[in-house]
């Protein structure tokens, strides 16, 4: 079994893609040939805070990472917004509205099915059950459904649950996965930007510090053909090469315990959240942003980091104005999100010229 430890995925990647490519097993799968760990994988990282994807051979698009996590958080299971930002999400969505196995939905809407089919927050349900008992081993958020085993889907939860510890005051967290696309998933994709963002939020409700974050996948694997991997195989010659630039921007990245939310204001942000998304897809549906004109937020990181990270996209996706773009992109607070934004516009930039 492979177990990784580092600070955090950037460490992570060239040394999990070189023993991918080497130690790999060919397999054959529903989506085409992979190359698959034989046993399950392991990775711990002491730093999960730094979870933007700044891989320039990954090319991950750092805008619709930032906005999906929102949408994850505050359960905006809405097919519109995410697939103006990332078009291929469409095609998970059974009925071109809303997903099946949204996490969001899953952690902050379940239904019940034993008890009258009232909708929980499970993510209220383990701070609330923290806040009573810190040293509990109980703090379990569930997102596999076994509905879905007898379900004809296009969606089905990647990952399985979430489990919370407090440890000398600092949250940690352990995520189970089935099956995890060590690109577009874990490694290099969304869940290692969406996952920590439920674990911090968690954290900033309890007034703690942020902990290590363990993921076990049982089925890591990557599909041969995807260009993404012929791209990034270079690494299987120099493993010790890091991914990703020399990360000065990484060491001032903090954890969101001071930029989510203070501890008492999590309502509050919850619902400022639901009201940049409302107006990030009335700006998507009209094509401007006059839903989002004269609006104040309080909240600073969905202020000053998320909706200038959205202003950015959509100078560059609507507008076709680059210059704008990478303005907008540069007062991003956050110095991870702004460094990944405008490094992501330069590239597509230079693809135009």
């Not at 805070?49 to 619709?64: G, H, I, L, S, Y």
């Amino acid at each position: 079994m492979n177990h990784y430890h580092e600070s955090s995925y950037h460490d992570v990647a060239p040394k999990l893609y070189h023993d991918l490519a080497m130690q790999g097993i060919p397999s054959t799968s529903r989506n085409g040939y992979v190359l698959r760990f034989q046993h399950p994988v392991t990775i711990t990282v002491d730093r999960p805070w730094q979870k933007v994807v700044t891989c320039p051979k990954r090319d991950a698009n750092p805008f619709f990472h930032l906005i999906e996590a929102m949408a994850m958080l505050n359960n905006f299971n809405d097919v519109e917004l995410l697939s103006a930002l990332a078009a291929n999400m469409k095609n998970f969505s059974d009925n071109g509205e809303t997903y099946n196995a949204f996490y969001g939905t899953r952690l902050r809407n379940w239904h019940m099915h034993d008890d009258g089919h009232l909708p929980t927050d499970q993510l209220e349900r383990v701070i609330a059950m923290l806040k009573a008992d810190p040293t509990t081993r109980h703090a379990v958020a569930q997102i596999w459904d076994v509905a879905d085993n007898y379900k004809d889907t296009k969606d089905k939860a990647c990952n399985l649950c979430l489990v919370f510890e407090v440890v000398n005051g600092k949250l940690n967290m352990t995520s189970y996965n089935r099956s995890n696309d060590a690109i577009w998933g874990g490694v290099t994709g969304a869940n290692i930007v969406h996952l920590p963002f439920f674990q911090e939020y968690v954290t900033c409700a309890l007034g703690l510090k942020v902990g290590w974050w363990s993921h076990t996948a049982a089925n890591l694997h990557v599909y041969t053909r995807n260009p993404k991997w012929e791209a990034l195989r270079d690494t299987i010659k120099h493993p010790s090469e890091a991914l990703v630039k020399p990360a000065q921007y990484y060491e001032q990245a903090q954890p969101l315990v001071s930029q989510l939310f203070n501890q008492g204001q999590q309502s509050s942000f919850d619902a400022e959240c639901r009201d940049l998304l409302n107006m990030m897809l009335s700006a998507i549906q009209t094509g401007n942003l006059s839903s989002m004109a004269g609006k104040v937020l309080s909240n600073p990181f969905l202020r000053d980091t998320v909706a200038q990270a959205f202003l950015a996209w959509f100078c560059h996706s609507r507008f076709k104005d680059s210059t704008t773009a990478l303005d907008t992109a540069s007062h991003i607070a956050c110095s991870d999100w702004r460094q990944a934004c405008t490094e992501w516009l330069t590239r597509r930039n230079h693809k135009s010229k």
